[in-house]
């Protein structure tokens, strides 16, 4: 996928986003912090390196020093999502589900994908969220996602990829807004001024499928394989 259509994307959903939180406000997420939340799935997802981390940690700290109360993602939970195999939902649990029948549908649609670079450039916004805009260096993992597609949809495993809207963006959340934003103008500015920084790029040398929870928190993550690129 070419640098400018991805772009064009991020805008979109940028000023969409912007206009509606200057009319309606924020949005929240009231289920952060709830401890009876057992909404899980499972995730091919990439990670960015220490480098780019410690950029995306210093953007955060600049939010957090205006609007301290919310979720902002630390280290361990920053990622770049591939692919929702199955969407989080309740109840999900691996015990219903064979986990090698996954590995041996995915590995094959990773042959001939090589190591590439991933630049963090850029943050866009939904009204719940903040995140930083990705840009694979080639377009391997839009033909990886057209692959598993394919090869899911013929087969019999369960899955809910694109359900609740077609994977085309490479972004990070790392932001949720979780209660009132009491500087809206303050932090709209602060969020104006990163829109085109740049956090650096990243190695992708492999991926991480996982059983997640919905915010991909460490302590809920269980890694279920490692595709090694290189």
């Known amino acids: ?48 390196d220490e480098g780019v981390i410690s950029a995306v940690q210093g953007f955060m700290d600049r ?14 939970d920053v990622h770049i999502t591939v692919m929702s195999v199955i969407s989080c939902y309740e109840g999900f649990s691996l015990d219903g589900i064979n986990k090698q029948d996954y590995i041996e549908l995915i590995a094959p649609c990773l042959e001939g994908i090589k190591p590439f670079d991933m630049r963090f450039e850029g ?17 391997a993992l839009d033909q990886l996602r057209d692959g598993l597609r394919a090869v ?3 087969s ?7 359900s609740r809207y077609p994977l085309e963006t490479f972004h990070s959340t790392v932001i949720r807004f979780k209660e009132k934003v009491r500087k809206k103008e303050e932090i709209l500015s602060l969020l104006e001024n990163f829109r085109s920084f ?33």
Not at 156 to 162: A, C, F, H, R, V
């Open 152 to 154: 899911f949809k013929n």
């Open 123 to 139: 943050i866009t916004l939904s009204p719940s969220c903040v995140m930083i805009q990705g840009f694979p260096s080639n377009n």
């Open 198 to 230: 740049d956090f650096g790029a990243s190695p992708v040398k492999e991926m991480e499928l996982v059983f997640n929870d919905w915010y991909q928190r460490e302590k809920s993550v269980k890694k279920l394989f490692v595709f090694d690129l290189s």
């Open 1 to 48: 996928m070419a640098k400018s259509y991805l772009k064009a994307l991020y805008d979109q959903l940028w000023h969409e986003s912007l206009e509606c939180i200057q009319v309606q406000g924020f949005a929240y997420d009231p289920l952060i912090d709830d401890i009876q939340d057992d909404r899980f799935g499972i995730t091919l997802l990439v990670r960015p």
């Open 156 to 162: 019999p495993l369960e899955q809910s990829m694109d």
């Open 63 to 76: 939010v957090r020093a205006i609007e301290p109360n919310h979720h902002f993602y630390p280290s361990t």
